[in-house]
């Protein structure tokens, strides 16, 4: 007879109070990411030729389409956490509606999950366009210091 292991899951019971201050948090967030998805694309804009130039062309291409789609995503969870929060009226209306409250607690553990996913990549490409930003501004810096001599 074989066992099957299952993995134990312990829900944090949630409050729609809670629920609501998560979701202003993400709000906040991801508004805060938008702008900075604005800010990447001046740095690109500004930063092309070398970007061009390089002869990391591809990965540097990689990394700019991954921000692209970053910022797609950006938007949808933006989305969703509007939509989510209109819905906040089930758990909040008085009437015991078991059904849709469980799908609503659901959708707002997904949501911590797809959140907490979003924002570790969009650290990770952060990371790495500034990493190659830096690069292009170390050349440069040595560049003009070698055409000086």
Known sequence: MKTIQTQARY??????????????????????????HLFFEDLITTFTTQLIESGKFSDNKEIIDAINRSEKQNNLLIEAIKIHENELQVMVDGIDQLEEEKAYTKEHSDLIIAIAAFLKEYKSLKTQLFSIIKNIKKEEKLRHLIDKK
């Open 11 to 36: 829900v944090e019971w949630l409050s729609p109070e809670d629920m609501h201050n998560t979701s202003q948090e993400w709000l906040s967030e991801l508004k805060f990411t938008k702008d900075e």
